[in-house]
């Protein structure tokens, strides 16, 4: 958060216009995830969930942004691209959690983001994605 951020979604929302080139006023804010500690730098992270309004392209910052990954929702209802490790940090058991695209493994402070998105948004009995939009995300945390 920086000092002109008058709160943590104006922080996400410059973050996103900062790295990709999509004004804030595009996306609507549906709510966040838990705090999530990045482990190397121990860094807090607050990941907000948001729709666009409109499909627009993404300009990745190439001083922020190394590759943009555009994955269809649907494809992390497959299990198969799914597997977990523990791995010890500071004395302690840390599941470590890694998704297959393609070429791309997505773990660390993502891999963990996205998990705490998919345990919201995917089936528990592994049927399809639940349905996404507004009532997506919990009451408690959704911003209204």
């Excluded at 920086?2 to 006023?25: F, G, H, K, Q």
């Excluded at 705090?35 to 190439?62: A, D, K």
Aim: hydrophobic content about 40%; some cysteine; charged content about 25%.
């Amino acid at each position: 958060m920086e000092e002109t951020d008058s709160n943590l979604v104006n922080t996400a929302l410059r973050e996103v216009e900062e790295e990709l080139a999509i004004p804030a006023a595009n996306i609507e804010i549906l709510g966040s995830l838990d705090e999530i500690r990045t482990v190397s730098s121990n860094f807090l992270v607050v990941p907000y969930v948001g729709y666009l309004r409109e499909l627009i392209p993404f300009i990745p910052n190439e001083w922020e942004v190394s590759e943009v990954l555009e994955i269809p929702f649907e494809h992390f209802a497959n299990p198969e691209i799914f597997h977990e490790e523990t791995r010890v940090v500071d004395h302690q058991e840390l599941p470590i959690y890694f998704y297959q695209w393609e070429s791309h493994m997505i773990w660390g402070v993502t891999g963990r983001i996205l998990k705490s998105l998919l345990d919201l948004m995917l089936d528990p009995e592994g049927g399809p994605p639940r349905q996404a939009g507004r009532d997506a995300c919990p009451p408690n945390n959704r911003k209204e």
